[in-house]
């Protein structure tokens, strides 16, 4: 679920992969493996993440349906 949410969020901003890896300073490749599954994300990067795209770890984590934050 996180993978594909992660993924998704990325295609509807019009991002490929290698410009949220930068905001992530991290490789192209590295970042794929997060879309794939193939490596857990560290939470750490899921805060980013979370922070990128404005919503919840919940959302990307698939706890939630609704990607909006509870402040």
């Known amino acids: 679920m996180t ?3 992660i993924r998704d969020l ?4 019009d991002w490929k992969q290698i410009t949220v890896a930068k905001m992530l ?3 192209q490749t ?6 794939t599954g193939e490596n857990d ?3 750490r990067i899921l805060i980013d993440l979370a ?6 770890i ?3 984590l ?9 402040y």
């Open 3 to 5: 993978y594909q949410r």
């Open 10 to 13: 990325r295609e509807d901003h």
């Open 25 to 27: 300073n991290m490789s």
């Open 30 to 35: 590295g970042y794929s493996k997060y879309e």
């Open 41 to 43: 994300i560290p939470t």
């Open 51 to 56: 922070n990128i795209y404005e919503t919840s």
């Open 58 to 60: 919940d959302y990307l």
């Open 62 to 70: 698939g706890q939630t349906k609704n990607p909006k934050r509870n």
